[in-house]
């Protein structure tokens, strides 16, 4: 069975981006698959480029709190993010709570915004169990 994805999100109260701005509701877009998922997040990213308060997660359905979870990326040779560039490796921090991978995974895409070819993302045991198989 194929896994199920949603892009979460919206407007925050604060940068930590973990409670919703006072009257705002997150917002829902999905499901869908993970290549679809990936446009959608970007086409909602690039509209709220302007705003530091808008943030959206691509999360899957059978994702729960109580997993743990890894920061996976790095350079890779173009931006479909298909393949790690030459003489990289790909990076896998964790296992670490939900909030300390979000911490590292903000820390890393913020030392990294400026190249185009580098991107980490969220992954929980299960995906990085089933990425370890294929």
Not at 28 to 36: H, I, N, T, V, Y
Not at 55 to 64: K, P
Not at 84 to 90: D, E, F, H, K, S
């Amino acid at each position: 069975m194929a896994r199920t994805y949603y892009v979460v999100g919206g407007e925050y109260a604060d940068t930590t981006f973990t409670t919703l701005a006072p009257g705002k509701v997150e917002e829902s877009f999905g499901p869908f698959a993970e290549r679809e998922a990936h446009e959608c997040w970007r086409a909602l990213t690039g509209k709220t480029v302007d705003h530091a308060m808008v943030r959206y997660f691509i999360r899957a359905e059978a994702d729960s709190a109580g997993d743990g979870w890894f920061v996976v990326g790095g350079e890779y040779t173009g931006t479909d993010f298909a393949a790690i560039a030459p003489g990289r490796a790909l990076e896998v921090r964790g296992p670490f709570d939900r909030a300390q991978a979000l911490a590292i995974w903000r820390e890393l895409t913020g030392r990294t915004v400026d190249s185009a070819l580098t991107r980490y993302d969220l992954c929980s045991e299960a995906e990085m169990a089933r990425r370890q198989q294929s």
